[in-house]
């Protein structure tokens, strides 16, 4: 009603929803919550999964709600905590229908509306949800779209290069063959990891559109029935998980590389060729510093982002964890726990996890420096890195309680528990009985919760990063990128996920940004030094509004003021 009288008495014209083009509003779709003009609202109605939706001449908004509002009955909605109690009221507070002695009893604090108002108000939370579940449905089914293109493309150059091999091959097939087999061989193996990233991206949108649209229809059955506890039960259930909606998968892959002629002398006078990689994704990955700030650390060697708008770092050597308010390229540094910190995360709760190579985890409340212990312990190991999944399990890496990690003296594993501390998995060793790890030094989860771990491998701080399976296995190693690691070996710092799946890790060596995608494909790197003017990159950090954060080290004998730097990547 409030709508229909708003429209009327306001004569600022409105542009239709839908085309954002006509300022001939004629309909309304009640469950999209859309102001429509009569040419969409006839585009409407074709579109399947909204079919039975319904639209409704604008003119007649107040008298339909009456209507429909006259057909519910709010006097015999059972109190779902006491028995043969009936609901009279809506606790807007805490979104659900009560009845007396709830309110007496656990409400009486609460704001509390008429049951005919709290209904009003969950269809309108209901449409708002319906329209995104319909925004993400139109995304996936465009990712779904620029997934089949590019499978088929690149099906086109894979046959196109593997000519190319063969022709180039056969001019002297007794000669070369051997060398041209195993060119064949490196792009049949790099086309594989390229389609089944690609599948694996196709099956987890169609799955994704499957649960949306079952979510819609769940939704539409609810407000079909006309049943007042129906449709706010839906609604209870749903908002719980509305938090898991997932972003539509990443369209980016790394092409398959191109055969150039000539490029490797495999006989004298004689160059077969060699396979070289395309810059397609190097182009897309634009980094641009938004400020720098001075930290009183030699080491900023772990940075988290957290709820209160500030950063925790740390650096174990400093033997404090430091609470850093970032503002207009300065900084604010408040000491909030005195002790050396080897890794930190964010629980849900806002509070934080750290991990102090001590047998327990502790947790530092966000709003008081006061350390409490916590159940997840991995007695008689100590924890090195700490990481909290989406779904709210504690991930810790674990070595053997000694001064130093080498001598390896017994397995080091990777433990994951519930929010109770109980133990669900642990990873020791991989499906042949051989062990897993060396030292876990730092863990992350991407949005399907695949366990990362950087494992260093040595004293001189080499390392990789291995991708766990969901049972004891590693699905694969990435031990840096073939040309920049030649020479220097890899030697990971950190790691983030992107919320495109994107694995973020640093090598402060050789002063470099690698992106990896979840196949284990290095699909960009980056030398700060040279493009950025930041050297060596540390410790890696994403925020919710998708910022990077690099925290960086200092050059022996130079002045303890490492920095922080924060840095936009759109396509992040």
């Not at 046959?159 to 001019?171: A, D, T, Y």
């Not at 404090?320 to 390229?329: A, C, F, R």
């Not at 433990?415 to 992350?444: A, C, H, L, S």
Request: charge should be positive; hydrophobic fraction near 35%.
């Amino acid at each position: 009603m409030a709508l229909s009288i708003s429209f009327q008495k306001d004569q600022v014209p409105m542009s239709c929803e839908m085309c954002e083009e006509s300022n001939e509003i004629k309909w309304k779709c009640y469950q999209c919550d859309f102001l429509l003009c009569t040419k969409c609202e006839k585009l409407h109605k074709k579109v399947k999964s909204v079919d039975q939706h319904t639209i409704i001449d604008i003119t007649q908004i107040a008298s339909h709600q009456e209507h429909v509002l006259s057909k519910l009955d709010f006097s015999n909605i059972p109190c779902k905590i006491h028995r043969g109690k009936k609901c009279c009221s809506f606790c807007k507070s805490c979104e659900q229908v009560i009845c007396l002695l709830c309110i007496t009893k656990n409400h009486n604090q609460h704001d509390m509306i008429k049951l005919t108002e709290g209904y009003e108000l969950t269809l309108k939370s209901v449409n708002t949800l319906i329209s995104k579940i319909d925004l993400k449905l139109v995304q996936n089914v465009k990712v779904l779209s620029v997934l089949g293109n590019f499978k088929s493309s690149e099906s086109t150059e894979y046959e196109l290069e593997k000519q190319k091999i063969l022709s180039r091959g056969n001019i002297l097939k007794d000669e070369v063959g051997k060398h041209a087999n195993t060119i064949l061989k490196e792009l049949n193996k790099k086309r594989e990891i390229l389609v089944k990233s690609m599948n694996h991206a196709e099956n987890t949108t169609e799955k994704t559109i499957i649960d949306l649209k079952q979510k819609e229809e769940n939704i539409n059955n609810a407000l079909n029935s006309n049943n007042v506890n129906q449709v706010i039960s839906m609604y209870s259930e749903e908002k719980t998980s509305r938090q898991q909606i997932k972003d539509p998968t990443s369209t980016m892959f790394k092409k398959l590389p191109k055969f150039v002629p000539g490029r490797k002398h495999v006989i004298p006078n004689f160059f077969l060729g060699a396979l070289t990689e395309t810059n397609n994704l190097q182009k897309l990955f634009k980094f641009k510093v938004i400020k720098q700030y001075k930290t009183e650390l030699a080491l900023v060697e772990n940075l988290l982002c957290c709820n209160d708008a500030a950063v925790r770092i740390s650096y174990f050597y400093s033997h404090y964890l430091q609470k850093v308010e970032l503002s207009n390229g300065s900084l604010h540094t408040t000491q909030i726990y005195g002790n050396g910190i080897i890794s930190m995360a964010l629980l849900p709760s806002g509070d934080i996890l750290v991990s102090d190579m001590e047998s327990s985890l502790k947790i530092l409340p966000y709003s008081t420096s006061k350390v409490k212990p916590t159940k997840y312990d991995v007695y008689p190991f100590v924890t090195l890195a700490v990481h909290v999944t989406s779904d709210h399990r504690i991930v810790v890496g674990a070595r053997e309680n000694q001064p130093n990690s080498f001598p390896v003296i017994g397995a080091r594993q990777v433990i994951m528990m519930n929010m109770d501390g109980k133990q669900e998995k642990v990873y020791r060793t991989d499906n042949e009985g051989k062990p897993i790890f060396t030292v876990p030094y730092r863990i992350t989860t991407d949005n399907d919760n695949n366990i990362y771990v950087i494992d260093v491998i040595n004293k001189d701080w080499s390392g990789r990063i291995l991708a766990l399976d969901k049972t004891n296995g590693v699905k694969w190693t990435y031990s840096g990128h073939p040309y920049i690691n030649t020479k220097q070996t890899f030697k990971p710092r950190d790691l983030v996920v992107s919320n495109f799946d994107n694995i973020i890790t640093t090598d402060s060596t050789v002063h470099m940004i690698y992106i990896v995608n979840t196949s284990g494909q290095c699909i960009h790197h980056l030398n700060t030094e040279d493009l950025l003017g930041i050297e060596l990159p540390f410790s890696v950090e994403i925020d919710n509004s998708g910022t990077l954060y690099l925290g960086c080290s200092t050059y022996k004998g130079e002045r303890e003021e490492a920095k922080i730097y924060t840095i936009q990547v759109p396509t992040l």
